[in-house]
């Protein structure tokens, strides 16, 4: 008997080292590429960190000013309406409520008083001037990869700017994950605290396109699902996870369900403009990573990124394929005809007259239904989102905008077209219920409330 | 520097490219029976045709226009549905205060390019975008029936 429980105890403690290993083993975002890593010292191929060619004779602060967008702080470090970098916006977890925090260089509020070495504690571990811990929602188990010297380019940067005196907000967390001292366990675990080694086997712009990926724009924070401990799990990298709300899509070169049947120029365009033809554009967090960050890349990282994203091996997950011919003309025809009449009748007043019923535009191709992704997805997340919270972004290419509904619109109707919407322009029509709209509504709260109401 | 073709004349008109097609209708071309309601496309009285489509020119700008053919309320009768559908407003006085028609006829006269004999429903889902704080629907339901009946 006492041999029978030794031999299960024994039995249990391998598979638990084994999935903690497992769990460990996905947390290096640059595992898949295989291949020996050097120290960036010791790479002389090209150059991989710091700010392009173009800038390279700049001074400090306009070095900063690049990398601070290449990293994308101010989407997070700065509330809707408010001052940039001041802090104050709200991350809605499922356990609570988090606020960014002031990183303008008030010495009462916001990080005035931090020394470089203060502010590399911050960065690449997470620790605040006074020791305590960071949530992880601040992304430093990716910013961890970033050089000493980008970092502190970027605190150059943000000490140039006017001090905003702007208090912390209580963080709304429930226990234990009120217990900030859980998350030393949290970094032992997932914090791997090393900063970017190139890849001796890969091209200088791959290397280059994975240091803007993984230690500045941190894409895998949302684009990576997480395990249950809340670490980004990266044996499924980039294939898609749900935050804040919105779904950040599959965008591993899986032909199906990723963008695997995207060209070049297509990454190229959406990455630069946040907008590519036949693929839709960005909104919602992605559209401020378009405007806050990715537009303000020179041409040469753009392409890197593009490199590094065509590398990310394919990982399939739950889309079905984006049907990319159009609707019928006719509201009478098409996958939706008589299912939602309740959704027929509110896209007959508040859509067709931009999106028509073919889901091609006649107004702009921003504004073009037939290919996107978000339509295309049977869950109607982001299509709800979109609905709720309108679009409003300026780009190169001109400016983006629909209207909001969500003040004008119950719950009821925003599922009902939100389902009309997936059923008749995308592969699978969505079942949202007026309840689901309400969760929506609650994950993305802040957006709805500061949205221009159409 | 831009070209247009308006009502079938070719205009030029020197405005940015973002400029809404409304903007450029009423203020650069004169084009002023086209009016400005809510400005989000959310009311239709500032729809006019681009290359046959009915399309809300407070939200399309003048450089995404391109090659396509604009038509207004001050062209519209010059098209055989226009004239019909003109006619028949006139014969049932459809209008109220006013202000919405020009859209109205746009749509209708749209809703009969494609649809020569819309019914009911038809025409609700061609003109659910264009509101009318009078509450004229009814007459405008069945001025598009009449209207279709002259095309027959």
């Not at chain 1, 010791?42 to 700049?58: F, I, K, M, R």
């Not at chain 1, 120029?265 to 946040?274: A, H, K, N, P, V």
């Not at chain 1, 091609?360 to 978000?374: I, Y």
């Not at chain 1, 989102?385 to 780009?395: E, F, H, L, W």
Request: hydrophobic content about 40%; charged content about 15%; glycine content about 10%.
């Amino acid at each position: 008997m006492k041999r029978v429980i030794g031999i299960l105890v024994a039995i249990i403690v391998v598979a638990a080292l084994g999935f903690a290993g497992w769990l460990y083993l996905g947390r290096n975002p640059l595992a898949f590429a295989g291949g020996a890593t050097v120290a960036l010292a010791d790479y002389h191929d090209g150059t991989v960190a710091g700010v392009p060619a173009e800038l390279a004779s700049a001074d400090p602060v306009k070095r900063g000013e690049y990398l601070i967008h290449a990293a994308d702080c101010q989407a997070c470090h700065t509330a809707p309406g408010g001052a940039p970098f001041a802090g104050g916006f709200a991350f809605n977890m499922p356990f609570g409520t988090i606020y960014s925090t002031n990183i303008t260089p008030d010495k009462e509020t916001g990080i005035g008083n931090y020394s470089d070495a203060q502010f590399l504690a911050a960065v690449h571990r997470g620790i605040r001037a006074d020791g305590q811990k960071l949530y992880p929602a601040m992304p430093y188990a990716s910013y961890t990869y970033m050089t000493d010297a980008d970092a502190l380019a970027i605190k150059a940067y943000l000490f140039t700017l006017a001090p905003v005196s702007a208090p912390p907000k209580q963080n709304q967390l429930s226990w234990p994950f009120s217990q900030r001292s859980l998350i030393t366990l949290w970094n032992v675990a997932f914090n791997p605290d090393e900063r970017f080694r190139p890849n001796a086997s890969q091209s200088p712009q791959w290397n280059r396109g994975a240091y803007l990926a993984e230690a500045m724009g941190h894409c895998g924070e949302c684009h990576t699902p997480r395990n249950l401990a809340y670490g980004l799990d990266n044996h499924g990298k980039f294939a898609g996870a749900l935050t804040a709300g919105w779904r950040a899509y599959n965008i591993t070169g899986d032909k199906v369900s990723g963008i695997g049947d995207w060209s070049d120029d297509d990454l190229y365009s959406y990455l630069s403009t946040g907008h590519a033809n036949g693929h839709g554009g960005a909104a919602g967090p992605m559209g401020e990573a378009a405007d806050d960050s990715l537009s303000y890349l020179v041409p040469d990282d753009t392409h890197a990124l593009v490199a590094y994203l065509r590398s990310i091996p394919a990982h399939a997950s739950d889309l079905p394929r984006t049907i990319t011919t159009a609707a019928p003309a006719s509201y009478k025809e098409g996958a939706a005809a008589d299912a939602n009449i309740r959704g027929e009748k509110i896209f007959a007043g508040a859509c067709a007259s931009c999106h028509d019923w073919t889901g091609v535009s006649p107004v702009t191709g921003f504004a073009t239904l037939t290919g996107v992704r978000a339509v295309n997805d049977p869950s109607a997340t982001n299509v709800a989102q979109t609905v709720i919270n309108g679009v409003s972004r300026k780009t190169a290419d001109g400016r983006i905008f629909m209207p909001a509904f969500g003040e004008g619109y119950s719950d009821d109707d925003i599922a009902a077209v939100a389902n009309y919407v997936t059923g008749r322009f995308g592969a699978k029509g969505a079942h949202l219920t007026a309840k689901d709209v309400a969760a929506l509504r609650e994950q993305a709260a802040q957006q709805s409330k500061e949205a221009p109401n159409g | 520097m831009l070209t247009l073709t308006v009502n079938g004349q070719s205009r030029d008109v020197d405005v940015p490219e973002d400029m809404p097609l409304l903007w450029v209708l009423r203020d650069h071309l004169n084009l002023v029976g086209t009016k400005y309601g809510c400005g989000v496309a959310q009311c239709g009285v500032c729809t006019v045709h681009v290359g046959g489509k009915p399309v809300r020119s407070c939200q399309l700008t003048v450089g995404d226009v391109g090659t396509r053919a604009v038509v207004t309320i001050e062209g519209i009768g010059g098209t055989p549905n226009g004239a019909k559908v003109q006619q028949a407003w006139m014969e049932i006085a459809v209008p109220q205060c006013g202000y919405c028609q020009a859209g109205q006829i746009m749509s209708a006269t749209a809703l009969l390019d494609t649809n020569p004999q819309p019914d009911d429903a038809d025409i609700d889902a061609a003109m659910a975008g264009n509101l009318c704080r009078c509450g004229t629907y009814i007459r405008i339901r069945r001025a598009i029936k009449n209207a279709a009946a002259k095309s027959a």
